[in-house]
T-cell receptor
Framework: AQKITQTQPGMFVQEKEAVTLDCTYD???????LFWYKQPSSGEMIFLIY??????QNATEGRYSLNFQKARKSANLVISASQLGDSAMYFC???????????FGSGTKLNVKP | DVKVTQSSRYLVKRTGEKVFLECVQD?????MFWYRQDPGLGLRLIYF???????EKGDIPEGYSVSREKKERFSLILESASTNQTSMYLC????????????FGDGTRLSIL
């Protein structure tokens, strides 16, 4: 079974609007971390936001927030007020297990239209 | 700022060659990772190391080996390069702990001819 599932291969959003990128995960470990990364066309992976499995509140970092629904095992990324520079690939990841391995989804390509 | 440096941004090698990809981090991180990234497949873990001289296989270790003789350096070795190993290779490092993010290098785009 896939550990991380991102069902949206590509998305478009109008500049200044909000967008939600979906991520579901699968684990039986009670302690895990969820991460989102951004990969622009230049190729570097940029860490955006983290949510711990025991965190009661949704994580926020500037225009990024993580909609964490533990019972549904979902960790959607919300980007508010989209900017042209937000156009990139976005990866959801989970860290868990004995060696704290990372598991990545297949990514969502976001295009922000002017 | 954490710095993860990969030795080459672009590399072209021939089938059958032994290929070394080097990765160095400057933040005293215990964990280091090698991934390959292919379109539509996301990042796939090749090997990781949770301490010096320690290594664990990831999801796709076949055709690869690794070496971690010093804490700051993690090398990926393609023993006998094949064309299906043409890919983007990403190195990452992190502290131990499920709340610790990975920090990535800029990647090496490897072409095997």
């Amino acid at each position: 079974a896939q550990k991380i599932t991102q069902t949206q291969p590509g998305m478009f959003v109008q500049e200044k609007e909000a967008v939600t990128l979906d991520c579901t995960y699968d684990t039986s470990d009670p302690s895990y971390g969820l991460f989102w990364y951004k990969q622009p066309s230049s190729g570097e992976m940029i860490f955006l936001i983290y949510q711990g499995s025991y965190d009661q509140q949704n994580a926020t970092e500037g225009r990024y927030s993580l909609n964490f629904q533990k019972a549904r095992k979902s960790a959607n990324l919300v980007i508010s007020a989209s900017q042209l520079g937000d156009s990139a690939m976005y990866f959801c990841a989970m860290r868990e297990g004995k060696f704290n391995k990372f598991y990545f989804g297949s990514g969502t390509k976001l295009n922000v239209k002017p | 700022d954490v710095k993860v440096t990969q030795s080459s941004r672009y590399l072209v090698k021939r089938t059958g060659e032994k290929v070394f990809l080097e990765c160095v981090q400057d933040m005293d991180h215990e964990n280091m990772f090698w991934y390959r990234q292919d379109p539509g497949l996301g990042l796939r873990l090749i090997y990781f190391s949770y301490d010096v001289k320690m290594k664990e296989k990831g999801d796709i270790p076949e055709g690869y080996s690794v070496s971690r003789e010093k804490k700051e350096r993690f090398s990926l070795i393609l023993e006998s390069a094949s064309t299906n190993q043409t890919s983007m290779y990403l190195c990452a490092s992190s502290l131990m702990g499920s709340n610790q993010p990975q920090h990535f290098g800029d990647g090496t785009r490897l072409s095997i001819l």
